[in-house]
């Protein structure tokens, strides 16, 4: 089978972690897979790999319209480009939190609108968008991190809604803590305050110790699979055993159990 003759995949955000795992994983599953970073390195085991800023209007297009003349459509689109933060919401100046949303959400919905013209066209498509169990529960000293991944819950839900009926499904994944670097390259608040050091820091060691507790990538990769290829995908897959656990602790747990189990969790004193 020619390339030509393979569903094409776009993914952001794949040079490295969930994103090239996931990459990978899509090729392995019989796509042509177009994968981008903003400084795109040479293609990798057969991805071809196009740079692509997801903050930048003209970059987006840009790397819209080259997948489009190399493979003349685009059935998949997995928006997984974005950053952390972690500190106290107070530590973050508004500028801080604007360059924040405007990755982890904006930028979905950049490349989201750069693609759907081609899908519409097609009356067929499947957008995957990366979320967070931090999308489904509250973290403290990660609440601007867990806003955008709120943010990014209500516009797929809202949109899968919108253009159900022209062939095209939206649905999420959520994973918990992944085995990658993502905890090494997260942002640090950029006017920290000295009452937040002591927590800060605390939580730090938490997250360095989930993630090296995690789940493998693969996990989120193989989750991301079966999102892209159910014939009629669910609105929502979790991705490990953590995350379906936290789903169902928010789900069916009363609202005050879940506050005292995340106090618990983050080591925060039960007042």
């Known amino acids: 089978m020619s390339d030509k003759d393979?569903?094409?995949?776009?993914?952001?955000?794949?040079?490295?972690?969930?994103?090239?795992?996931?990459?990978?994983?899509?090729?392995?599953?019989?796509?042509r897979v177009f994968g981008t970073s903003r400084k795109a390195p040479a293609s990798i085991d057969g991805i071809t790999m196009l740079t692509c800023d997801v903050t930048d209007e003209a970059s987006v297009k840009n790397m819209v319209a080259e997948v489009l003349k190399q493979a003349g459509r685009i059935d998949l689109l997995v928006n997984n480009a974005g950053v952390g933060l972690l500190g106290g919401a107070e530590e973050s100046s508004t500028a801080q939190?604007?360059?924040?949303?405007?990755?982890?959400?904006?930028?979905?919905?950049?490349?989201?609108?750069?693609?759907?013209?081609?899908?519409?066209?097609?009356?067929?498509?499947?957008?995957v968008n990366i979320s967070s169990v931090l999308g489904l529960i509250p973290s403290p000293y990660n609440a601007?991190?867990?806003?955008?991944?709120?943010?990014?819950?209500?516009?797929?839900?809202?949109?899968?809604?919108?253009?159900r009926s022209l062939g095209i499904r939206v649905v999420l994944v959520e994973p918990g803590f992944t085995r990658t670097s993502f905890e090494e390259s997260i942002t640090r608040p950029d006017q920290p305050l000295a009452a937040y050091d002591?927590?800060?820091?605390?939580m730090e060691v938490l997250m360095r110790n989930g993630v090296?507790?995690?789940?493998?990538?693969?996990?989120?990769?193989?989750?991301?699979?079966?999102?892209?290829?159910?014939?009629?995908?669910?609105?929502?897959?979790?991705?490990?055993?953590?995350?379906?656990?936290?789903?169902f602790l928010r789900r069916f747990l009363p609202e005050a159990m879940v506050d005292k189990s995340l106090r618990k969790l983050y080591q925060l004193p039960m007042v």
């Open 6 to 31: 393979l569903a094409v995949a776009l993914i952001t955000g794949a040079s490295s972690g969930i994103g090239l795992v996931t990459a990978k994983a899509l090729q392995r599953a019989g796509y």
């Open 97 to 127: 939190a604007e360059a924040l949303f405007d990755v982890n959400v904006f930028g979905i919905t950049r490349v989201t609108n750069a693609v759907l013209p081609t899908m519409r066209s097609q009356k067929q498509g499947r957008i």
């Open 144 to 163: 601007l991190y867990a806003a955008t991944k709120h943010a990014v819950e209500g516009y797929s839900e809202s949109l899968d809604h919108e253009l």
């Open 198 to 202: 002591s927590v800060r820091a605390g």
């Open 212 to 247: 090296n507790a995690g789940d493998a990538p693969e996990v989120v990769a193989d989750t991301v699979v079966k999102a892209a290829t159910t014939a009629t995908p669910r609105r929502r897959y979790t991705a490990g055993k953590q995350a379906s656990q936290v789903r």
